[in-house]
């Protein structure tokens, strides 16, 4: 199989103004802050597939590195995958061996440069360390590896804090941790944060931190995200969908409008609003709310630190970096959503296009946009 067929790489400056777009049925109006000049490189590639494989799904682990996963559903309900690897930022791409090329199901975790986990079926894990040059069993826990040393265990309704290093080590949750999603901010430290009784609680390696209210729907989720410089920390709540939540508007004060939805109904909503924000300052929760952002309540949003005091919000407005206020991230399309690597950059999904990824590189609003694209030739 050959690797790389084309390549194309574009450099370009983007102004200060983005075009002017008026709100549409299918979205509301644009974000009315001033664009912030944006530095676009394009890196466009087509690689060896057969035409009859489905589009692809690319994971980045940092600017630089980053994989590929071609697949195809056969009507016996096997799953065919073909593997590709770039080390370069997507202008070129390698073909790379898969340990099970055929199997019951193909999903790809990017721990970090050179360590991937492929899942082939429900216990069976291939773990890679070499950047896909070879391939060895690994265990359900594998992709997980990289987000240090601690984790929640959940069985049945009960929940552990778990370490990757320590057999047998466990810790129980505290009261009022339902669940958790626990996030590792090295020197063997973490946060836990959760939800009570719809609203979010916190812990910093054991002990609590208080979270005080603020004006927004019952919260379902919770979790504490740390800029990679360590010096921004937030506290990230996903509210109720608008149109679910009860009392005559939908909206909570201080979570006194309890909205009653079912763990599986909440499990299975994406279109939840923009999520409920707090900034740890001297180490007390302050909030930070997105009043000066117009909603659309029942769409997908997702936020990141992007240091400097920076949140990248994407949402149906477009994507915007938000301080206090949002400012347009110019001449990029609507993302479905923006993540973050270990190393700090950021990535994201464009809407309805499969085939292209955005990395970004910087400290706030200061970074360079790259646009990566990967085909069939």
């Keep these: 199989m050959r690797g790389l067929l084309a390549c194309l790489t574009i450099t370009a400056l983007v102004g200060a103004c983005a075009p002017k777009a008026g709100p549409t049925e299918a979205g509301p109006s644009p974000v009315t802050g001033l664009p912030s000049p944006t530095i676009i490189n394009q890196h466009v590639a087509a690689v060896d597939v057969p035409s009859d494989f489905d589009g692809v799904w690319l994971e980045f682990a940092s600017v630089k590195h980053g994989y590929a996963m071609f697949s195809k559903y056969s009507p016996d309900r096997t799953a065919e995958a073909r593997l590709f690897s770039t080390v370069d930022g997507g202008m070129t791409w390698t073909a790379r061996p898969h340990p099970q090329p055929i199997a019951k199901d193909q999903q790809m975790y990017v721990i970090d440069a050179r360590t991937v986990s492929l899942q082939t079926g429900e216990n ?39 370490s990757h290093a320590g057999s047998g080590w466990q810790r129980a949750l505290p009261n009022g941790h339902d669940s958790g999603v626990l996030t590792n901010i090295g020197n063997g430290r973490y946060w836990l944060a959760s939800v009570h009784k719809g609203a979010p609680v916190t812990q910093l390696d054991g002990k609590d931190v208080k979270v005080p209210a603020q004006e ?33 508007t939908g909206v909570v004060v201080n979570n006194s409008v309890q909205a009653k939805l079912s763990a599986s109904v909440v499990a299975g909503m994406k279109g939840t609003g923009l999520p409920l924000i707090w900034r740890l300052r001297d180490g007390v929760w302050v909030a930070h709310p997105t009043t000066t952002i117009k909603e659309k309540p029942n769409w997908p949003y997702s936020v990141v630190s992007a240091g400097g005091g920076v949140l990248v919000i994407a949402g149906p407005e477009g994507p915007m970096y ?56």
């Design 322 to 377: 938000f301080t206090d206020s949002p400012a347009s991230v110019a001449d990029l399309p609507r993302l479905d959503w923006v993540g973050q690597t270990r190393d700090g950059t950021l990535f994201a999904r464009p809407h309805a296009d499969q085939n292209t990824i955005y990395l970004s590189a910087g400290t706030g609003q200061a970074r360079q946009w790259i646009r990566v694209t990967l085909s069939r030739s």
């Design 216 to 248: 927004g729907r019952r919260v379902f989720r919770a979790q504490v995200m740390v800029s990679q410089d360590g010096a921004d920390t937030w506290l990230l709540a996903d509210q109720d969908p608008l149109e679910l939540a009860s009392g005559p």
């Design 124 to 162: 069976e894990w291939h773990v890679s360390t070499d950047g896909m040059a070879s391939w060895q069993r690994g265990s359900r826990y594998g992709y997980a590896l990289g987000d240090g040393p601690f984790y929640v265990d959940c069985h049945d309704d009960d929940c552990l804090i778990r």
